[in-house]
């Protein structure tokens, strides 16, 4: 039965990727993106990891879609790139630059680490909150503040003085 | 192998009930507007459609059925039936979510009147209610019409707000309580004796802006200002397409979130024992529909916010107060 619902999963997660990539108006990339990010929540919470699901959907799927939408949206439409070709000489170099990520991810899958599960764990929020305000607490507590001074940057780079 | 079977049987006879029944309530609540809207402006409301105008919403159904398809020229036209999903389909799954009684036995198996209780089950419902924006952006989008267009920033603009605000005013709670569970929650309230609205009044009223903006309801109504935009993101749309939106916006999403706020502060099911075993479902009902029609008093009562007040109200007045809240929810909780 898992595997059903992963096999689904995964389907709507490659396809939707894959259209992202492939589709050339930026708004149909977009609904592409968030069809994916959809497919990701589900597989999440398929994992069991309920709140990463949550979170997903809540920060992800909604609030910076929303944010890309507002841009996409708003850019003038003579403004966009056009389709131009495939980029043969950048396929050439990223070709195998992917696929040893790929053998390195899927080493990692099978025989590192991840490949073998802790044991269940019930509650999942309070665990996730458990570990990230105790052992992860200097590495959360970082990321928070690049991420203050990432938007503090951009306020002041989008700004434009007055007068 | 059986036991999923007979818990997939059991989720789809959940599903079976509630939609068909969310969906005539909400047809009907479109009745129940125009009466009080009517009432409230010192008219009668519908009236010549059956007794009472009691058949009005079946007469607007089958002619919002029956008009002719018409769609704009330069509209994208798979986003624009697409958007008409991505509006109905969160507000039916904000539905999951809600607790609509105390669990209870029938041959020896237990059964919740809930889709899903899941302890993730707050996170789901405000992803949910924030994800039906998309139905708005999109319809706005693809109906290459500038009015439309303009409707659907601007809801952008207030959800991106509203969401956050909304996510720290319910934190309070969700402290209080110590679950994002649902049923949890209101499991809590029970136990403790206390409705959480008493503890957390600043939460509730901070929640109360969240709903009234997410569903597009007066005084946060900007996407549609008839008088400027003519009903701005979905004025492209005719018949039933145009039908779908207001019913998930409007309708839907005010009945599931305000099912939420009753769980989240009003203590659920939670009641005095008046009609025997059917009270708790009594009690959750009269609530729910209390605050519904609360929403439409509202709406129909004061005027609409300027655009640029709205965003400005939620980051500089809304945002300070819910984290204020939060803190010193935080620190009461640890201390005592």
Redesign the interface.
Known sequence: ?EWLIFAVLGTWLIVSALGVVFVK?P??SI?FF?SSLLAMAGIFISLGA??L???Q??IY???IV??Y??VI??IPWEKVKRFEGFYKKELIISAPALVILFILMAYMVLKGKFATPVGVIK???REVGKTLFTSYLFPFEVASVILLVAMVGAILLGRREEG | MQELGLSLLITLIKVLIIIPVALGVSAYLTWFERKLAGHIQNRLGPTVVGPFGLLQPIADAIKLATKESIIPKGADVPVYYLAILMALVPSILLLAVVPWGPGFQIAGKYIEPIISDVNIALLLAFAFGSLSVYGTIFSGWASNSKYAFIGSLRKAAVIIAYEVVLGFSVLGVILLAGTLSTVGIVEAQIQKGVWFIVYQPVAFILYLYCMLAESGRVPFDIQEAEAELVTGYNVEYGGMKFGAFPLAEWYLNVIALSAIAVVLFFGGWDGPQILGPISPYFWFLFKTFALVFFVLWLHWTLPRFQAKDITEIAWKILLPVALLNLIITAVVVYLF
């Open positions: 039965m108006n708004v149909h609904l968030l309920e709140l699901a949550g979170i959907l809540i799927a909604v609030a929303v944010f939408v507002l949206t708003t509650d999942n929020v």
